[in-house]
C-alpha cells in the first residue's frame, strides 16, 4: 500500500523487471477466505487436467 494511489506514470516501481504491482484489496467480506479457496481448488483442478487457467497475469500488459 503507498501514500498515493494508484502510483503516478513514471514512478520507478514501473520499471523494475523483478516487481509485479497490484491494488490492494478491500474485499474481505465474510466469506472470502471460503472463495478464495474454492478458487485455489477449481484452479488445482485445471492445473492437473492440463486446463487453461483462469486470472493469469499479463506481465507484458502491465497486469
Same mark, same amino acid.
Given at each position: !500500500?503507498?501514500? =498515493?494511489?494508484?502510483?503516478? $506514470? /513514471? =514512478?520507478? @516501481? *514501473?520499471? @523494475?523487471?523483478?516487481? +509485479? +504491482?497490484?491494488?490492494? /484489496? $478491500? ?8 472463495? $478464495? !479457496? #474454492?478458487?485455489? @481448488?477449481?484452479? *488445482?483442478? #485445471?492445473?492437473?487436467? /492440463? $486446463?487453461p487457467l483462469k486470472n493469469i497475469?499479463?506481465? #507484458?500488459? /502491465? *497486469?
Amino acid at each position: !500500500m503507498f501514500e =498515493h494511489e494508484p502510483l503516478p $506514470a /513514471g =514512478h520507478p @516501481l *514501473y520499471k @523494475l523487471e523483478n516487481v +509485479l +504491482l497490484s491494488p490492494h /484489496g $478491500a474485499d474481505h467480506t465474510a466469506d472470502w477466505q471460503d472463495q $478464495a !479457496m #474454492r478458487f485455489f @481448488l477449481k484452479q *488445482y483442478d #485445471r492445473f492437473e487436467k /492440463g $486446463a487453461p487457467l483462469k486470472n493469469i497475469v499479463n506481465k #507484458r500488459l /502491465g *497486469y
